[in-house]
């Protein structure tokens, strides 16, 4: 699999301008957020669209992920439940979240602890019974019910795996989708029936 071309471009600019340091870039946050701790809310954000596949067709959809540099994904319903999975379905986005999520976070420790990184691969599986979501099943919940991840890297200077520990522990700790899985937040859904909010419950 390949990037896109300008995409990757993008990424390149940044890995040949200079050497990146996380410290130097986090330590005026830190300073930042300890005075203004309201300043560190951020919102991230992505929106479906109808424009070009529209609302009554069943099996698939369009999302906008990010808004810096937006990203389209054509979306499929998964063949499980009656879709095509010719495209990303929402939970392989969701393992892609938590992938990416945790990929990021060993970067960024490792950068802050000096540790070169020539490999990193982080694979995503999630299990659910289909049932549940079909309304098949008796007692069977909707949602996944199993979560399976792996880590393979390869340090430039073969770290004992104590340390190799720590570094996954400090990424762990730090990986935002990770946490939110283990601790999810509750879900408000604003709802608009023809164009209009729907009249709030008391």
């Avoid at 986090?26 to 809310?41: N, V």
């Avoid at 945790?102 to 602890?113: E, V």
Wanted: charged share 20%; aromatic share 6%; glycine share 6%.
């Amino acid at each position: 699999m390949t990037l896109n071309l300008n995409h990757l471009n993008h990424i390149h600019s940044f890995a040949e301008a200079k050497l990146i340091s996380i410290f130097d870039r986090q330590l005026p946050l830190r300073k930042h957020y300890y005075g203004a701790p309201d300043a560190a809310w951020v919102f991230d954000h992505a929106r479906t669209v109808d424009t070009q596949v529209p609302a009554d067709h069943p099996i698939h959809g369009h999302v906008i992920c990010g808004e810096a540099i937006p990203l389209d994904i054509p979306v499929s319903v998964h063949k499980a439940v009656g879709g095509e999975s010719d495209f990303p379905c929402p939970g392989e986005l969701l393992a892609a979240a938590l992938a990416s999520c945790l990929d990021t976070a060993i970067r960024m420790i490792a950068n802050l602890k000096e540790i070169k990184l020539r490999h990193l691969e982080v694979q995503v599986s999630l299990g659910a019974d289909v049932r549940g979501a079909l309304m098949t099943g008796e007692d069977v919940p909707v949602g996944f019910q199993t979560a399976h991840m792996k880590v393979d890297l390869t340090t430039e200077f073969d770290l004992s795996e104590p340390h190799l520990n720590a570094l996954i522990d400090a990424a762990e700790r730090s990986c935002v989708i990770l946490q939110t899985l283990r601790a999810p937040p509750t879900v408000e859904i604003e709802q608009y029936f023809n164009g209009l909010a729907k009249p709030a419950v008391s």
